[in-house]
């Protein structure tokens, strides 16, 4: 039986029912928390290991709410206030402090709230986590040139393999609980990027003396946006079998901390047409990137799109390609070319983007008075 969050006002059928009875003139995002669940469920019956959210990914109250009533009770925090939203929802959740650049002050503040895992993959980081307990845990973060995400996150943190046995060796004579972590880059496709990483994690280990408690496998789990992916349970099994391998009897435990994976499928984003121009060949439409749409100039275009017309009469004409403009003025604003819609679309119509949970809400601005803000809790959200 779900728990009911109680923070949460009226929950509607679907996203079309909200949208043909409201009518809203504003992007929305349609949130299931029984989708959400779900994917909770998937991901802790197929990964053998810890799982843990990654905040950052939607860290809106009805989504802690909705994980934590899930049973998720780690958490990924990149700041003292992800700290705070987390403790506020569960007093008792762990928290993993996985950005590895800190300051002084985010430091005091992440010991003050009880931080159980703090990455580092810098030896500058290291001397400033001298006053973590020594209960705690320390991973070090390495990276590999490894390819298969759409964007890397390498360029910004990680150790390289040799500097990652210097650290790991640092950690295990400082009294820490030792151990490893890696993020193969987000929307990473190929499950190979994880059994590189986990060989290298092994050799790592080997090399520095060190028995690792922990190997943290990153996020970085994709989500569909149209084209063939393998399921997630393709990568959790592959995951668990490459551990075995690598490390045999010294396995240590496992964590994962998907963020757009948990949380991108119970999302479908809701945004209308403004205006057509050029005959159609030009849209205006109320959300672009300085909105919910900003990942898509980014990580490319979504496929999954449904057009209907404010009556929820779905738009199935021929699809042709358009000329994608958001609502602020500036030029800037507008989604990459390649976007495909039906030629029967007016303005007023309504465009549905599915599996766009994450890094939507999040990442929206207010420039120029727009933006995504309102999110609607739905039972179902369309598949496909
Ligand atoms: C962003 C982030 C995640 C989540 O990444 P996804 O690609 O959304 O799964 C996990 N761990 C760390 C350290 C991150 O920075």
């Known amino acids: 039986m779900t728990q009911q969050p109680r923070s949460w006002p009226q929950i509607w059928p679907d996203p079309t029912t909200h949208l043909t009875s409201t009518r809203p003139d504003h992007p929305v995002l349609y949130l299931s928390p029984l989708r959400l669940q779900e994917t909770a469920r998937r991901f802790r019956r197929g990964f053998p290991g810890l799982v843990s959210y990654a905040v950052k990914a939607n860290d809106r109250r009805e989504v802690l709410e909705t994980l934590v009533a899930a049973g998720i009770r780690h958490f990924d925090v990149a700041s003292p206030a992800e700290m705070r939203l987390v403790h506020d929802i569960d007093r008792g959740a762990v928290l993993h402090y996985n950005n590895p650049v800190r300051s002084t002050a985010e430091v005091e503040a992440g010991i003050k709230a009880g931080v159980s895992s703090w990455s580092v ?10 006053g973590v307990p020594r209960r705690c845990e320390i991973s070090v973060r390495f990276k590999l040139p490894v390819r298969g995400a759409a964007y890397d996150f390498g360029d910004k943190f990680g150790a390289t393999p040799p500097q990652a046995i210097a650290l790991l060796q640092q950690v295990a004579r400082g009294g820490w609980s030792p151990a490893l972590c890696f993020h193969p880059g987000t929307q990473c496709a190929d499950p190979a990027a994880w059994e590189s990483y986990i060989h290298a994690a092994a050799e790592i280990a080997r090399r520095a003396g060190v028995r690792l408690a922990r190997l943290n496998v990153g996020g970085g789990f994709p989500a569909s946006r149209g084209t063939g992916l393998p399921a997630l349970e393709e990568f959790l099994t592959r995951i668990s079998d490459a551990t075995a391998r690598a490390f045999g009897k010294d396995a240590p435990q ?27 060949a030009t849209v205006y439409l109320n959300d672009g990137i300085y909105g919910g749409l900003a990942e898509l100039r980014d990580i490319g275009l979504t496929s999954r799109l449904h057009v209907m017309a404010p009556d929820g009469t779905p738009r199935l004409g021929k699809p042709r390609p358009r000329t994608m403009f958001g609502p602020t003025c500036d030029s800037l604003d507008r989604l990459p ?35 995504l803000r309102d999110m609607v809790r739905v039972e179902r959200v369309l598949d496909g």
């Open 121 to 130: 993959d810098h030896p500058a980081g290291l001397a400033q986590l001298a």
């Open 254 to 280: 496992l964590v994962c901390e998907p963020g757009r994976a948990m949380v991108a499928e119970a999302g479908v984003l809701a945004t209308r047409v403004k205006q057509l121009r050029d005959g159609g």
């Open 337 to 371: 070319d390649g976007m495909f819609l039906p030629d029967d679309m007016e303005a007023g119509d309504y465009l549905l983007f599915g599996g766009m949970g994450a890094y939507s809400v999040v990442t929206s601005t207010g420039f120029n008075g727009y933006g």
